[in-house]
């Protein structure tokens, strides 16, 4: 291994229950599911949508800040829509 390079290594087991048991609360309403294979139209064309406005702002290298300005809705919206 060079210099340069980091070893990988897992987080300590302590941080590793801390975060399941967070990502484990039905209330915590920040893990990202993803898409059902049975998806109602609806939410499979939702979810393309926010695919491509997250694509746009990769692409253009904005923030959530100046992205919010361009498509003209709130911050916290636009949060939301790339989570």
Do not use: H
Not at 6 to 21: C, D, G, N, T, Y
Not at 52 to 78: A, F, H, Q, V
Request: glycine content about 2%; overall charge positive; proline content about 6%.
């Amino acid at each position: 291994m060079t210099k340069n390079k980091k070893e990988f290594a897992f987080p300590p087991e302590k941080e590793m229950e801390k975060v399941i048991k967070r990502f484990s609360d039905p209330n915590y309403n920040r893990v990202n599911i993803g898409l059902m294979p049975d998806a109602s139209e609806l939410d499979k064309s939702k979810y393309n949508i926010c695919q491509s406005i997250s694509c746009y702002k990769r692409i253009n290298k904005l923030t959530p800040g100046e992205l919010s300005k361009k498509i003209r809705i709130s911050k916290e919206r636009t949060k939301d829509i790339l989570f």
